[in-house]
Every structure is written in C-alpha cells, then in structure tokens.
C-alpha cells in the first residue's frame, strides 16, 4: 500500500526528470552533429560532395544512377555501355543495359528473365549466370547484344540449394570459363556429423571450370578447379600472372557454436576474409579450417578437433591475403587503367559489402579496399580506398548503401554497384 | 548541470523504491515479465547474431522477427522451427532469405518458451506469451 503511494508520489517526478534527460540527449546531439557537419565543411567539401564517399585525395565520385532493383555485378563496355545484373528479374529484365554520359548515367532496355549476379564480357560475348545456369549472347562490333531473347546456354543445372547460390564468373585467356559454387552450409556441421569428411565438397564449395564456347554442358562436364572454398563472390582474372584469384566469405558463429573457446570479440575478428590465387588442383580447406589474420596461421576448425590454438594441416593452401572477418567481400577488380595514379596499376580493388555476423561488436566492412600489389603478389597493407557507403548506420538492415560489384571503364574510371539502394557510383580521378 | 540533477533524482528514488519493493514484496513479479528478462538473455546468446538486436535480421540472408506470420501465428510452428531449425524457401513482404537455420533442439523447454515470449513481444510484436505445455506439445508431435 505504502509502496504504491510512494510511487504515485513519485510520479510527476519521473516525468520532470524524463523529459529533462530526453531533452538534455537532444541538445547533446544536435550539438555533436552540429560541429561534425561545420568541421567537414571548412576542412573539404559539404557531406554531399562524391556523393557521400570518403576518397583518397583526387578522387571523386558520382551516384550516376539510383534506385536499380538490387544491382549486382557489372561490366562496362568501350562504348561507355554498362550491363549490370540484377539479383532478381524484374518483368523480364535481369539485366539492364544502361549507358554512362559522363557524371550520369541513363537506362536504355533490359533482357533476360532470369536474375542473378554473375557478368562479364570476352571475346565478343557476353556472358551471364542466374543462381544456377550459366548463358551468353553474341555482340555486335559496338558491343550491344544482338538478341537479348536468344542467349546460347554454356552450363545448365549448377548446384543450387538456396544457400550462397550466387555464381560470380570470369575468364581466362585460353577459352575457359570460372564459376563459384558456393557452400550450401556455413561449417558442414549438418552434413557430416561422423567427421567423416565433409560431402557439401562433391557438388559445391569451390571453383568449377567449364568450357566458355561448348554449350549445353552440365556440372559434372565441368572440372572442380579448386576446392575447399566456402563461398566465393568476388572473384577475377589477374592478366600480369595468368591467374585466377578470388574472394572467400568465411565461416560464420565461432562463438555461438563453441562460447568456450571464442568470446564474441575473438568471433567477431574471426576468421579472416581470404583472397587466395588459385591453381587448378587446389584445396583452400574448408570446413577442416579457418585462417586467422592476427596470427597469420591456418588454424584447425573446432567442429573437426580444433581449439582455437592447434595449427591445420599445412598441405592447404596458403591465403595470399587476408582480411578481418565478416566483411563480405562481393568484388574483386585487377586495376589494369591509367587513369588512376601508378600506384593503382595491377593493384585489387575489393568491395566489401559488409558484416552481420559481428553481432553484438559492431558491424564493419560497407568500403572499397585496395590491395596494393608487386610482381602480381599483393605487396603490403591493404588500404581503405573508398569508405562512407553505409552513411551513420553501419549494419545490414541500416545501411544507406552496400558496395558489391565492381567494373572498369574504358577510361579507366572505376565503378562500383550498391545491392541496397540500387546507386552505381563512377570514381574517377584528375590529377 | 541539468542533466546531472535529472540522473540524481531518478536514481535515488528508483534505489528508495527498489529497496521498498524489496522489503514489501520479495516474490512479486508476474510471470510474463520474468519469463521475457529470460528470454532477453537466450535471445542475445543465441538468436541475435543472425536475426539482430532489434530482430530485423539481415536482407536476402537472415528473416526480420518483425510483422511476419511466422513469428505472430501459429505458436506451435514457430516452436518446431526453433527444435529442427529451418532450410525452406521462406518469402517474407516480398523478399527472400537464403540462409539455413540450425536446429536448437538443446534449448530447454523453458528456454524456447521464454525466448519466443521475447520475441512475440519485442521489436514492435505484440503477441501472446509462450507456455512450456505448448513447447511440450510441439516437442512431442512429429
């Protein structure tokens, strides 16, 4: 009785002192935001400016078209066209051609009833995946597809199991092409609860490589390149060494399967995002294990014997770098123009779409990196290269923008994808 | 200064009235209340990295807990989802989510319903409490 008294007493002084906290937060803030806003002013350009990217001195950015239906991949012809695949297919359209007039860009038609991520142009094709086939459409000498209803089929039937079913794809120079089929699991744990040795690796988890003019062919035609890869997205061709290299997204939840032995901080750094270059008959090691970046050691997975200290098995394949976890990376781009400064030339870009599985540290990622590179090794740190995307929330759901793909212009500008607003950003740079 | 004042004054009365609710009345919480600070902690240790702390989850990977049938409907569903885990086409307002959800049939039966009372009344729901009987029962039926 008392008690309640004393409370209804109390009342109107909780409600003084609420709306003084309330309001003491609001001053706070308009405050901070205040003195950021006036100091980025007078330092450099207002927030607006390149379109809201951080740049390296330069550079600069512009949104050239917004509100595309999740954009994916991308790849830009000599004509300043821009094909960019679309995660769905929306009326028929799962790719859009669109045509870059310098600082904009403008819709010109749409083909293709299927969405997907994959794209890229070789010897006069364009070719295209959805989540589980792979197509190609012959180009005119100003390269525009010659019958967007009539695209040639190269692989059909590739696993597809909904998870990490996106196909990236590139070639190489010798008439072959690479697709990631991605892990349909984050550790293999459902599938091989004897340890036995993991069966996702029979029909997913690695690179395939198929034949780029032979059509019709199914997964089993093709080869399993390299192996041991949970899920790639990224992924490139490096002209200078003749090689494949690509982007792993690692293994997710170490703390929340084994909480003994990862605290959520060690779970949140852990494991690295491996880029790794790769040799047909190579094996990266997933699920067996996961790379750890401070380190710098493959470290055994716990699902297969692991503590968090014993070393794997040496006979996997080396990263040749790495990267803090859980950044996602969904492209990689051998810069190969000249319009960027030397330092750039043969050097990565990689988009960072950004982490979730960070939770509960904070989200990181949501930028564009670029891995310097030497004698076609990556030389030294990497560098955050472009960064602002996911404006004043830095997580999935709260995220302005989320950098996927990535393409080169014939001018050498750079251009890279956002899936969650749907902006394709140009980056350019004057001397 | 104004601020400072406000926290002083709230934090003593909150301690005065936490020492009366002590003396008075040791065991009086509702069940419901109880049943979602519990629910809180097996959400944040086992839920939030995939679904978020705010139970957005995460777009084309993770399904959002918010305004969707499969957490405001049929409780026995949402119970079995929790003790098998779910690898299904799942289309949520028009988008998809991709990843699998692994079973977590160790919880404790206590567990599932707190957690699920958590999350039928957090984020925005407002739905009805789940009781340990209907998380037996969805445990019993195949």
């Known amino acids: ?431 | 200064m104004k601020f400072k004042i406000a926290c002083l004054a709230l934090v003593t009365s909150l301690f005065i009235l936490n020492l009366n609710a002590q003396v008075r009345h040791p065991k009086k919480h509702s069940s419901s209340a109880s049943s979602m600070a519990r629910g809180k902690i097996v959400y944040s240790s086992i839920c939030l990295s995939c679904h978020m702390a705010g139970g957005a989850g995460v777009p084309h990977l993770n399904p959002p807990l918010i305004n969707t049938t499969y957490v405001l409907g049929d409780k026995a569903k949402l119970i079995k989802i929790v003790l098998n885990g779910f690898n299904e086409d799942v289309e949520i307002n028009g988008q998809t989510y991709s990843n699998t959800m692994t079973p977590h049939s160790d919880l404790k039966d206590q567990q599932i319903a707190d957690v699920l009372t958590y999350v039928r009344k957090s984020f925005g729901n407002k739905a009805s409490s789940v009781r340990i009987a209907e998380v037996k029962r969805a445990r019993a039926t195949k």
């Open chain 1, 1 to 431: 009785m008392k008690m309640k008294k004393l409370f209804v007493f109390l009342l109107p002084v909780y409600a003084i002192a609420g709306l003084i906290l309330f309001n003491a937060g609001k001053d706070g803030d308009t405050k901070n935001t205040g003195t950021k806003t006036d100091s980025r002013n007078t330092a450099t350009a207002p927030v607006t400016a390149n379109a809201g990217l951080t740049l390296p001195t330069g550079f600069s950015a512009a949104a050239i078209i917004e509100n595309l239906s999740s954009p994916r991949h991308l790849v830009v012809t000599p004509q300043n066209d821009i094909y960019v695949h679309l995660s769905g297919s929306n009326n028929g359209k799962g790719i859009l051609v669109l045509h870059d007039d310098g600082d904009k860009a403008t819709l010109k038609t749409g083909f293709a009833n299927y969405g997907g991520t994959g794209i890229t142009i070789k010897n006069g094709y364009l070719y295209a995946s959805s989540n589980s086939d792979i197509y190609r459409y012959k180009l005119n000498d100003k390269n525009e597809v010659i019958d967007p209803a009539k695209p040639e089929t190269i692989v059909t039937g590739l696993t597809n199991k909904r998870m990490h079913n996106s196909k990236s794809i590139v070639l190489d120079n010798d008439g072959n092409i690479y697709v990631n089929i991605g892990a349909y699991s984050n550790i293999c744990s459902d599938y091989d609860k004897d340890k036995k040795g993991c069966p996702v690796l029979a029909d997913a988890a690695g690179i395939w490589q198929f034949k780029a003019d032979k059509l019709n062919q199914k997964q089993s035609d093709g080869v399993r390149y390299a192996t041991g890869l949970r899920n790639v997205v990224g992924l490139d061709w490096n002209q200078q060494d003749n090689l494949l290299f690509v982007m792993q997204h690692g293994r997710d939840a170490l703390h929340d399967l084994y909480p003994n032995l990862y605290t959520t901080k060690q779970s949140a750094d852990l494991p690295a995002e491996c880029m790794f270059a790769l040799k047909n008959g190579d094996n990266a090691g997933w699920p067996y294990l996961y790379y750890d970046w401070m380190q710098h050691k493959k470290m055994l997975g716990p699902e297969y014997g692991g503590d968090g200290k014993k070393e794997a098995d040496s006979k996997y394949l080396e990263p040749a770098a790495a990267y803090p976890g859980h950044f996602a990376p969904d492209g990689l781009l051998f810069y190969t123009g000249s319009q960027f400064p030397e330092k750039y030339k043969n050097g990565a870009f990689i988009a960072f779409h950004g982490s979730w599985n960070r939770a509960p540290e904070p989200q990181e990622g949501y930028c564009v990196v670029f891995q310097p590179f030497k004698d076609g090794k990556p030389d030294g740190k990497y560098e955050i290269f472009a960064d602002g995307f996911a404006g004043p929330n830095k997580s999935p759901d709260g995220a302005l923008h989320r950098p996927c793909g990535l393409a080169q212009g014939p001018d050498g500008s750079l251009y890279v994808t956002d899936d969650q607003k749907g902006t394709i950003y140009k980056i350019s740079y004057k001397k």
